[in-house]
């Protein structure tokens, strides 16, 4: 089991960037594939982007293509989701998210961190 803890989350005008990050614990961080879904309020929880355990390969979903970028840092057990270009549509609670296997569905996933707000204002 992968414990996940978020930071970075806030408010931002549109056109504007932010950074998550998610520390990860746990001794199987190595070999999880790493990720984000991020719930709008009265929305279903979505999938955004995931980035393998080698880090060569990055799925993510079309709205985000070209301005969410996902990095990992072995060394600091650490995933960064850089989000640039931000728009309202993008105001969602993001959690970052592990499993052992490939996902891009909610029940795939096996660890959830807590949750960070981004609000992006117009």
């Known amino acids: 089991q992968v414990q996940l803890v978020e930071s970075g989350g806030g408010l931002v005008q549109a056109g504007g960037s932010l950074r998550l990050s998610c520390a990860a614990s746990?001794?199987?961080?190595?070999?999880?594939?790493m990720g984000w879904f991020r719930q709008a309020p009265g929305k279903e929880r979505e999938f955004v982007i995931r980035?393998?355990?080698?880090?060569?390969?990055?799925s993510y979903v079309d709205s985000v293509k070209g301005r969410f970028t996902i990095s990992s840092d072995n060394a600091k057990n650490t995933v960064y989701l850089q989000m640039n270009s931000l728009s309202p549509e993008d105001t969602a609670v993001y959690y970052c998210?592990?499993?052992?296997?490939?996902?891009?569905?909610?029940?795939?996933?096996?660890?959830w961190g807590q949750g960070t707000q981004v609000t992006v204002s117009s």
């Open positions: 980035i393998s355990r080698t880090g060569s390969t990055i």
């Open positions: 746990g001794r199987t961080f190595s070999n999880a594939h």
């Open positions: 998210a592990a499993s052992q296997l490939p996902f891009g569905r909610r029940e795939e996933v096996t660890s």
